[in-house]
C-alpha cells in the first residue's frame, strides 16, 4: 500500500504529517510502533481497528485516542465534547455501546481555570448525552511552552451489541457503501477559526456521538460487514483502510457524495480535497447489498442518519484499491493522503 | 482536609502545583473536575482510588495516567517503561492483575525517530515483562514547541484476584501499616539528571511492576484492606488520601522507614522532604493486625517486596490525621504537601 520508501524517514525526525492519519502516521505504525509494542507482527497479521477486543472477553472492546485540537473551542464543538464523541466513536465502529470513559488532561501552567473549566463542563455534558460514565482520571502539568493549553486523551470501555461484529477485514464484492451525513465539515470549520477564514463562518463541526446511530443498524447483524468514522484522513483513509483490510476495491460515486456547499467553497479555496478533510460525525457502512436499503431506512430514522445515502459498491478489481467516479465521468484513484493536510484538527 | 481558602484559584490560572499530587491537585480536582464530570458528587461522595471499577462488571476494573517525565530518559528507566509500571500499578493497588493496556502519544515534531523507538521498544519490553498486551494507540504529532518532545498516556484494564477488594476506605484502627521497600529513588533519580547533580549518580528509579506483589498477597484476602504506591505527592500524600477516605488516624515510625543514605544526602541538599519525593516501585499496605507477620513474610519472598518493613498503624485520633514519631521521640504532623516540589517527575 504504501509504496515506494518515503524519503522522510531518512530525516531521522518526527514530522507533522506522521500523526494526520495517512500514508506517513501508517509508515510510523509499520516500522516503529507496531515492532516495538507486539514483536513479529505487523499490518499484515491482522486488520487495524479503531477499537480493540479485550483478550479473554470478546464483548468487550477498548479503545484510546489523544485530542490536541487548536482551537481548543471552535464552530459547533470544542476538545472536551470532541474527546468523549472521538472515543464513543471509536467503540461504536466495532459495534459497541459504551460502558466507561477515562480522561487524563496534560495542561499547560498558565491556562485560565475559567477556560479549563468550560472545556470539563463540555466534556461532562457530552459524556451524559452519549449516557457513560467518566469514572477515572489523571491531570499533569507542565511548564509554560512546554504544551499548548491542553491535550486531552480519552479512553474507552464498550459491549458488543449482539450480533453485530463489523470489523475492517470483512467487507466483501458486492457490499453497498454507505454514508451516514455530509462530509468535511469538521475540519473545515477548525481551519476557518485557526486562520480567521470570515467567509466559511457557517461552516460548523459534525461533532456528535453516532452510536445510537449503530445500535440502530443491529437488526441487521452479521449484515453489517464495516463500520468506520472517517477522522483524520477523511472518507479517503477510511475507505483505503478498509479496502485494504478486507482486500478488496471500493468504487465510489462523486455525483452523489454529500459536500454541503460552503464546505466545498472553502476546501477549493484552501487547495483540500473534501475526501481527505476530517469528520467527526459521521460514519461509512459497508453492508451486505440485500441490506442496503433497510440500512439506510434505520440510519435515516435518526436525526445523526437523517441525510444518509449510498456512496458506492465494492466491486471486481485490484484489491486495496479505492476509485472515485468523478462528475464528468472519469475515474481517478483516491490515494490515502500522505502526510498533514490540516494539522491538530483532532 | 483542605482547610482554608488557598489563594491560588483567585489567581484563575493553572499552576504547576495543580498537577503535583498534593493539596492544589485536590483542590483542582474537587473544585473543578468532579463538579463537571460528575455532578452533584464530590469526593465526599466516595473515596478516590487508583483504578475504578467496570460499571456492571465489579471484577473489571480501569485506569488511566498521563506520563511528562523530563528527561525522557533517567537512571533506572524511560518514560516507556514508567509508562507501564504506572498503570500496572494503579490496577494493582485494586487488587487487579493487568488484562490489556492501551497507549495514546502526543509527540512533538522533530523528536528524533530513534529516541521515538527507543522509547516504545522499552514500553513494549516492560508491558511483556508485565504480562500484558498492548491493545490500541494512538498517536498525535503536534508543532515544534506546542509539546515537550513526548508525552503518554497509558489506560488498563485489569481483573482483581479473587478475595482480593482493597480500598482507600477499607483502612481500619489497629491496622498494620506496610511498606514495601525503601522511598524516594524514583523522584531523586530523575532529579538528579534534570539538574546535574553528578552526585547523585547512585540513585536509580525504582520504576517497577507490583502486579506480583499484590498477587502474593491473595491468601490474605479480605485482610487486605486498602493499597497504594506512592508516586506524585510520595508516600505523605499516599497515607493521607488512605486516612481521609478510611476516616482513621495513621501513625508511621520515622525509625524504620527506609530511606536509602544516597537519596537522604540528595534530599538534604535540595531541601526535599523524602515523604513527599515520588516513587514508581514501592507499596504501602493496610492490612489487619494479625495478618501482618504473614504478609511481610510473603512480601518478602519477591523481589521486589525483598525490603518489606512495617512502618506503623493506624491509631485512636481525629480521622485523616497522619503522624510521624521522629526518631527523637517526637510526633508531628505529616501533610499532604501543598505543590508541585518536582515538577514533571512521572
Partial sequence: MIGCPLPHVEDDRVLLGHGAGGRLSAELLDTLVLPALTPGSTTATGPLEDAAVLPGDDGLVLTTDGFVVSPLFFPGGDIGALAVHGTVNDLAMRGAQPLA????????????????????ASLGAAARDAGVPVVAGDTK??????????????????????????????????????????IGAHGTAVLSV???????????????????????????????????????????????????????????????????????????????????????????????RDSAARALRLMRSLPEGAHAVRIGEVTEGPPGRVVLRTLVGARRIVDLPLGEQLPRIC
Avoid at 108 to 120: D, I, M, T
Avoid at 238 to 250: F, G, K, M
Avoid at 267 to 288: I, K, Q, R, T, W
Fill in 101 to 120: 470513559l477515562t480522561v487524563a488532561l496534560v495542561v499547560e501552567e498558565g491556562l485560565r481555570l475559567s477556560e479549563l473549566g468550560a472545556v470539563l
Fill in 141 to 182: 502539568v507542565v511548564n509554560r511552552g512546554q504544551a499548548d493549553k491542553l491535550f486531552i486523551t480519552t479512553t474507552g470501555v464498550g459491549r458488543r451489541v449482539a450480533g453485530l461484529s463489523p470489523s475492517a477485514a470483512h467487507a466483501r464484492p458486492g457490499d453497498a457503501v454507505l454514508l451516514s451525513g455530509p
Fill in 194 to 288: 485557526r486562520e480567521n477564514l470570515g467567509f466559511v463562518s457557517d461552516v460548523v463541526s459534525d461533532t456528535r456521538p453516532l452510536h445510537r446511530l449503530v445500535r440502530e443498524l443491529a437488526p441487521l447483524g452479521a449484515d453489517v460487514h464495516a463500520l468506520r468514522d472517517p477522522t483524520r484522513g477523511g472518507l479517503a483513509a477510511s475507505l483505503n483502510e478498509i479496502a485494504r483490510d478486507s482486500r478488496v476495491q471500493v468504487e465510489i460515486d462523486e455525483r452523489v457524495l454529500p459536500v454541503p456547499a460552503p464546505v466545498a467553497a472553502a476546501c477549493d479555496l484552501l487547495g483540500l480535497d473534501p475526501l481527505h478533510v476530517a469528520n467527526e460525525g459521521c460514519l461509512v457502512a459497508f453492508v451486505g
